[in-house]
């Protein structure tokens, strides 16, 4: 595959710092995110040709185990990641199994696409897959601007969910509702626990979608509604927090985990995405060759949406 386009996220800033799991074999290659062209295909593969644009998932599972066989993908014992286990799309070429490519439309460009496999699916697991998202909820979705966070927010909507979001600045909370959500707040201006009340008419939200981590913490729990869920996918401010059961027993809150997603997760995303019903929003592009002025501005917090890496 001849890569037109890869997507930044913050596991290759992790992978970079190091630290974030096992130690890496160099030179190693980033990148989750690809989009590209078919270059060549091997003998026994069907239905991809040369010269088609397509994109690749960003986890690699057996594909025979139970969990893959039930769609839990990214519960295989042998999972891992592009861009972090094996070499990503930080190149001109780059190769993966027929099964993990996905041939996509003109609909839209590389880059955009380049901005769906990882925060769609992620997104999709978290809000329909593990959120069990209904009309009849109000959402909170934390880092509007993240990719996940501007997923989360359009799926929301699409699921007929009211959305409240949450971001760092009043420019990102504008965005924030373009995009789709009902209502938006600046967390550096004041806590979001009243905001999220006054629209639940004192009720708390209903699912809190989160990728921040240990900074929203226990804003979150007490904005939650009793029966509440919360399901996160990422600790972007540290990962360690005090948990007071008793709350959580008396409210009898839900608080799961989420990683990634299945093919059917993906699937799904894409299909709405070819109906118009989602789209990725990409921030900035970069020239490969200054990869490290795009993982600044990521560190910087300064996107709103994802930041993308063309050759």
């Given at each position: 595959m001849r890569v037109e386009a890869c997507a930044l996220n913050h596991l290759d800033i992790w992978v970079r710092q190091g630290g974030r799991g096992p130690s890496l074999s160099m030179p190693h290659i980033l990148g989750n995110d690809v989009c590209g062209v078919v270059e060549d295909v091997g003998s026994e593969v069907a239905g991809l040709e040369r010269g088609?644009?397509?994109i690749l998932s960003a986890g690699v599972s057996c594909k025979k185990c139970p969990a893959c066989l039930r769609g839990d993908d990214s519960q295989c014992r042998e999972f891992v990641i592009r861009g972090f286990q094996i070499p990503g799309g930080y190149a001109e070429l780059t190769k993966a199994h027929a099964a993990d490519v996905y041939p996509v439309s003109d609909l839209l460009g590389p880059e955009e696409w380049a901005a769906?496999?990882?925060?769609?699916?992620?997104?999709?697991?978290?809000?329909?897959?593990?959120?069990?998202v209904k009309p009849s909820d109000t959402v909170l979705v934390h880092a509007a601007g993240s990719g996940v966070g501007v997923a989360a927010i359009q799926i929301a909507k699409l699921f007929g969910a009211t959305v409240m979001a949450t971001a760092g600045s009043d420019a990102k909370c504008r965005k924030a509702i373009e995009i789709g959500a009902d209502a938006a707040v600046n967390?550096?201006?004041?806590s979001f626990v009243e905001d999220v009340k006054q629209m639940t008419g004192g009720r708390g939200a209903d699912l809190v979608i989160d990728n921040v981590g240990q900074a929203v913490w226990e804003d979150s729990l007490q904005a939650m509604a009793v029966g509440g869920r919360m399901v996160f996918c990422g600790v972007t401010t540290g990962v360690s927090v005090s948990l007071d059961m008793g709350f959580i027993y008396r409210r009898q809150l839900t608080i799961m985990g989420s990683f990634m997603g299945g093919r059917?997760?993906?699937?799904?995303?894409?299909?709405?995405?070819?109906?118009?019903?989602?789209?990725?929003i990409v921030d900035k592009t970069f020239p490969l060759r200054q990869a490290a002025a795009a993982h600044q501005r990521m560190l910087d917090r300064k996107n709103f949406g994802k930041i993308v890496l063309i050759p």
């Amino acid at each position: 595959m001849r890569v037109e386009a890869c997507a930044l996220n913050h596991l290759d800033i992790w992978v970079r710092q190091g630290g974030r799991g096992p130690s890496l074999s160099m030179p190693h290659i980033l990148g989750n995110d690809v989009c590209g062209v078919v270059e060549d295909v091997g003998s026994e593969v069907a239905g991809l040709e040369r010269g088609q644009r397509v994109i690749l998932s960003a986890g690699v599972s057996c594909k025979k185990c139970p969990a893959c066989l039930r769609g839990d993908d990214s519960q295989c014992r042998e999972f891992v990641i592009r861009g972090f286990q094996i070499p990503g799309g930080y190149a001109e070429l780059t190769k993966a199994h027929a099964a993990d490519v996905y041939p996509v439309s003109d609909l839209l460009g590389p880059e955009e696409w380049a901005a769906v496999p990882l925060t769609f699916v992620t997104a999709w697991r978290m809000l329909v897959g593990r959120g069990q998202v209904k009309p009849s909820d109000t959402v909170l979705v934390h880092a509007a601007g993240s990719g996940v966070g501007v997923a989360a927010i359009q799926i929301a909507k699409l699921f007929g969910a009211t959305v409240m979001a949450t971001a760092g600045s009043d420019a990102k909370c504008r965005k924030a509702i373009e995009i789709g959500a009902d209502a938006a707040v600046n967390y550096n201006k004041r806590s979001f626990v009243e905001d999220v009340k006054q629209m639940t008419g004192g009720r708390g939200a209903d699912l809190v979608i989160d990728n921040v981590g240990q900074a929203v913490w226990e804003d979150s729990l007490q904005a939650m509604a009793v029966g509440g869920r919360m399901v996160f996918c990422g600790v972007t401010t540290g990962v360690s927090v005090s948990l007071d059961m008793g709350f959580i027993y008396r409210r009898q809150l839900t608080i799961m985990g989420s990683f990634m997603g299945g093919r059917h997760e993906l699937l799904a995303a894409l299909r709405e995405m070819e109906r118009g019903r989602l789209r990725p929003i990409v921030d900035k592009t970069f020239p490969l060759r200054q990869a490290a002025a795009a993982h600044q501005r990521m560190l910087d917090r300064k996107n709103f949406g994802k930041i993308v890496l063309i050759p």
